[in-house]
């Protein structure tokens, strides 16, 4: 835990250059944190970041990072569903499959 503290720290201490580095836009990464812009510069200088916004950021800047968590994540829930036996079949899944897009078709050509 003191490590991911001390890496914390030093990422808030060091945020003006990562953004500085990033291949970003400021602007970019402002409107997409959703923070308003005097309010970002200002806790860019003051090194004042939210851990929540410092996340929002490292999202925004390292799009590959945040989808290889998400990749893995979603790997582990599946190794843990088959661990637990929650599993099905191909067929099963296929037929399931097939009625939602037969449903969905009906409501499109319903809408029409």
Same mark, same amino acid.
């Given at each position: 835990m003191i490590l991911e503290i001390?890496?914390?720290?030093?990422?808030? *201490? +060091?945020i003006d250059e990562i953004l500085k580095n990033s291949p970003f836009k400021m602007k970019y990464i402002i409107e997409k944190s959703g923070i308003s812009e005097?309010?970002?510069?200002?806790?860019?200088?003051?090194?004042?970041?939210?851990?929540?916004?410092?996340?929002?950021i490292a999202e925004i800047i390292e799009p590959e990072? *945040? +989808?290889?968590e998400?990749?893995?994540k979603a790997?582990?829930?599946g190794l843990k569903d088959?661990?637990?036996?929650?599993?099905h079949d191909?067929?099963?899944?296929?037929?399931e499959a097939k009625e939602r897009l037969a449903k969905k078709r009906n409501e499109y050509l319903l809408d029409q």
């Open positions: 001390k890496n914390y720290i030093k990422i808030s *201490n +060091s005097p309010t970002f510069f200002r806790k860019m200088k003051e090194k004042k970041f939210l851990p929540e916004e410092l996340l929002r990072e *945040n +989808s290889k998400d990749i893995l790997i582990q829930e088959v661990k637990n036996g929650r599993i191909h067929k099963t899944v296929m037929n």
